[in-house]
């Protein structure tokens, strides 16, 4: 349990469209530059900037910065902490979604 969620694991700093998204994307990496991120995500830099800062406040990403062919990099990273708020928020919408039963009524 984090303290963005009630003990059922459904977390509201990552349940935002985006920043699921992000946390989606990184849980499959170790690393992922901004650039690349950004391009998956559909959205501008600003944007992408915008939801990290929310997910670095909350400890789920860190950002590292390099430089590579004279240019600047900025690289995401999914903290130990990031992993396991993502994966029991996927678990928590997994649930949600699995109380349907076959007639698509919620079970009783």
Not at 21 to 50: H, N, T
Not at 69 to 77: A, D, E, I, K, Y
Not at 78 to 86: E, S
Request: proline share 2%.
């Amino acid at each position: 349990m984090t303290e963005h969620d009630d003990g059922d694991g459904f977390d509201t700093i990552i349940h935002a469209p985006n920043r699921l998204r992000i946390c989606a994307l990184l849980d499959v990496v170790e690393y992922a530059e901004f650039g690349l991120v950004q391009d998956r995500l559909k959205v501008s830099a600003s944007v992408l900037s915008k939801h990290v800062s929310v997910l670095m406040d909350a400890g789920y990403v860190e950002q590292s910065k390099a430089v590579r062919n004279t240019r600047q990099r900025v690289w995401l990273h999914l903290t130990k902490a990031g992993r396991a708020a993502y994966r029991a928020h996927v678990a928590a919408l997994r649930e949600i979604v699995d109380q349907q039963d076959e007639s698509g009524q919620p079970e009783k």
